[in-house]
């Protein structure tokens, strides 16, 4: 029994080192990194914004699971350029404070909507959502669609992605959402997940990393080791069912808007997605885009999942195009009310 005495002292040491490693490496971010945009106070949470460039409209930003506004800075200095971006960190992501309100869709929208209030942009928007983001954007688009003008997703979670898919995936999706909540804030709070994203361990998050420019992978790793990461990435993981659900009844009891929408979808495989399962998701989108008379898709066949860092031009393109039709829209509509 002294070896069992032993060693349990021994893993009990090891993580109070672990949770003391952890408290000190995130006290030491903070003061190395310095928020690149503005904080605003809401509800007496710090919430993280970034605002590049002029004019109309303005393109607002939803990045997809666990994801901050670093995610986009290949697209949102060349999209400033003709119009204005704005980029954002979910509670308990990137430089926003924690929220004990649950991360599902219709919070995401509503705490959105609450922001975009606050920092005083006027809708109607062009809506950019990625992946789990996407779902956020197009529940926006259902509940309000008078302040969508347009819409860009990129390669976009789908309600109906589990269903006819291969069982073994959807198990280990399921199974994922069931461990995650429980797993990842002890990694969090340990300093483990820490260790496993400086040595780049985590398969996902180095394929990010990798495509960020070297200037700020250093910050994007503090973002990913720290402990409100770990909780909100596996908060938001365990509600993807019920943010599938809150996206499929609203659904089939609205329309969605007749707005211009360019529906993006990866045509490269990566992570854990099959050729199957590639597929699968390249006709959803495909059924997406029909959702808008006015909707295309595009298969970006050179690119993975993360589009926007894969082939940051695509997005770029298609934000580009989506604003253009909303101008065109907006001046039509102007001159037939002047002629009235």
């Known amino acids: 029994m002294l070896w069992l005495a032993v060693s349990l002292g021994v893993v009990i040491v090891v993580i109070g080192f672990g949770v003391i490693y952890q408290a000190l490496a995130t006290s030491r971010d903070r003061r190395r990194f310095l928020p690149s945009g503005q904080l605003i106070e809401i509800n007496n949470r710090s919430w993280h914004y970034q605002i590049m460039g002029k004019g109309y409209p303005t393109v607002v930003v939803d990045s997809g699971t666990g994801g901050s506004h670093l995610d986009w800075q290949l697209v949102q200095p060349e999209v400033a350029k003709f119009t204005r971006i704005l980029t954002y960190d979910r509670a308990g992501l990137g430089w926003s404070e ?6 599902t869709a219709e919070q995401a929208v ?3 909507r609450q922001l975009l209030k606050a920092v005083k942009i006027e809708p ?3 809506l950019v959502g990625m992946s789990l983001g996407g779902l956020f954007t197009r529940l926006f688009a259902y509940e309000h669609p008078e302040e969508v003008a347009g819409m860009v997703l990129v390669d976009v979670t789908h309600e109906r992605m589990y269903e006819d898919a291969p069982v073994e995936w959807v198990k280990l999706n399921k199974r994922l959402e069931e ?3 429980y797993v ?3 990694m969090g709070r340990t300093g483990l997940l820490r260790l496993l994203v400086n040595f780049d361990s985590l398969p996902m998050a180095a394929g990010i990393f990798q495509k960020l420019p070297s200037s700020t992978r250093s910050l994007a790793k503090a973002f990913y080791s720290q402990t409100q990461f770990a909780k909100t990435f ?3 993981s365990a509600a993807v069912s019920v943010s599938m659900n809150q ?3 609203k659904r089939q009891t609205k329309s969605f808007p007749d707005i ?3 529906v993006l979808s990866a045509g490269k495989l990566d992570f854990d997605i099959t050729q199957e399962v590639r597929e699968k998701l390249q006709a959803l989108h495909a059924d997406l885009a029909n959702e808008s008379p006015q909707g295309v898709h595009i298969v970006a066949k050179e690119s993975g999942h993360i589009i926007q860092l894969d082939k940051p031009e695509f997005v770029i393109d298609a934000i580009r195009q989506v604003v253009e039709k909303v101008r065109c829209s907006s001046a039509h509509s102007n001159s037939s009310a002047a002629d009235s």
Request: net charge negative; no cysteine; hydrophobic share 40%.
């Open 179 to 181: 461990l995650l909540p």
């Open 260 to 262: 211009p929408l360019v």
């Open 247 to 249: 996206m499929e009844q």
């Open 184 to 186: 990842l804030p002890i």
């Open 124 to 126: 109607p928007y062009v």
């Open 98 to 103: 924690a929220s004990s309100e649950p991360r």
């Open 234 to 236: 596996a908060q938001e």
């Open 110 to 112: 509503s705490e959105l």
